[in-house]
């Protein structure tokens, strides 16, 4: 399918493992130049190499998105370095799961602070592509936990909190043709993620997590790109303030 997509320019956070790296690639497929951020300097250079050699311009920066100055700059930086942004992708996150204060912040300070600061710095920068063809969009990469509580944790509040977020902006901007939306997977499996680890090292838990999906698996990266990447695009230009939850059916919720 051609998603309309090719020759825009988009920013992803996160963007060199995972679901980040699976968006990154998939933009890129359809023929959209893309900058990526994340930590670890020799990641980054890999996957800004494997984009390149998609055929498409790349950009990237070793950014911790929790100091919002260097994030700031970074999107700064990439969009000139694009010559504009149609598309930003939130995609970091801490995955801290406890109830204490750290992982309160860790939480806060890498999922929400980020994606924050990660619209206030490409605003600018999405109202002109709005203005130039009609259509922009940031979408925030969130989780299935926003909706269960079996125990506190800070894991599922800071989601539901992006989640929330996530409709406010929509609502705000929707009439510059700026659209806000969120993409809430359940368990995603890749190579070295949370449920490989899982996994690994509890082996039975991973079993009933597994046997609480009505699919019996796990997501792949793959499979959630597809979706963040089709409701960035002019496809979904009428879809705005969603949350799309992609977890197999595991959660018993009805969305409406």
């Given at each position: 399918m051609?998603?309309k997509?090719q020759?825009?320019k988009?920013?992803?956070?996160?963007?060199?493992?995972?679901i980040?790296?699976?968006?990154?690639?998939?933009?890129a497929?359809?023929?959209?130049?893309?900058?990526?951020?994340?930590?670890?300097?020799d990641?980054?250079?890999?996957?800004?190499a494997?984009?390149k050699?998609?055929?498409?311009?790349?950009?990237?920066?070793?950014?911790?998105?929790?100091?919002?100055?260097?994030?700031?700059?970074w999107?700064g930086?990439a969009g000139?370095q694009?010559?504009?942004v149609?598309i930003v992708?939130?995609?970091?996150g801490?995955?801290?799961?406890?109830?204490?204060p750290d992982?309160?912040?860790?939480?806060?300070?890498l999922?929400?602070?980020?994606a924050?600061?990660?619209?206030?710095?490409?605003?600018?920068l999405?109202?002109?592509?709005?203005?130039?063809?009609?259509?922009?969009?940031?979408?925030?990469?969130t989780?299935?936990?926003?909706a269960y509580a079996?125990?506190a944790?800070?894991?599922?509040?800071?989601?539901?909190s992006l989640?929330?977020m996530a409709k406010?902006?929509?609502?705000?901007?929707a009439?510059?043709?700026i659209r806000?939306?969120?993409?809430s997977?359940?368990?995603?499996?890749?190579?070295?993620?949370?449920?490989?680890?899982?996994e690994?090292?509890?082996?039975?838990?991973?079993k009933?997590a597994l046997?609480r999906?009505p699919?019996?698996?796990?997501?792949?990266?793959?499979?959630?790109?597809n979706?963040?990447v089709?409701?960035a695009?002019p496809?979904?230009?009428y879809?705005?303030?969603?949350?799309l939850i992609?977890?197999g059916?595991s959660s018993?919720?009805v969305?409406?």
């Open positions: 051609d998603m997509l020759g825009k988009a920013i992803v956070l996160g963007g060199t493992r995972g980040g790296r699976s968006i990154a690639e998939t933009l497929g359809e023929g959209v130049s893309v900058a990526i951020c994340a930590r670890k300097p990641q980054v250079d890999e996957a800004v494997h984009l050699g998609l055929g498409v311009q790349a950009f990237g920066g070793v950014v911790d998105v929790t100091d919002g100055d260097r994030l700031k700059a999107i930086e000139t694009l010559g504009g149609d992708v939130s995609n970091a801490a995955m801290a799961q406890g109830h204490n992982s309160w912040k860790q939480n806060f300070e999922d929400v602070l980020a924050v600061n990660a619209w206030e710095a490409s605003e600018p999405l109202a002109a592509a709005a203005d130039s063809i009609g259509d922009a969009a940031f979408i925030i990469i989780s299935i936990s926003a079996d125990r944790s800070s894991y599922g509040p800071i989601k539901a989640i929330h406010g902006l929509a609502r705000q901007h009439s510059r043709g806000v939306n969120t993409v997977p359940g368990m995603v499996y890749f190579e070295g993620g949370v449920w490989h680890m899982v690994n090292n509890m082996p039975e838990f991973y009933q046997s999906n699919t019996g698996r796990c997501a792949t990266p793959q499979e959630i790109a979706a963040a089709f409701l695009s496809l979904s230009a879809t705005n303030g969603v949350n992609i977890d059916a018993n919720r969305n409406f």
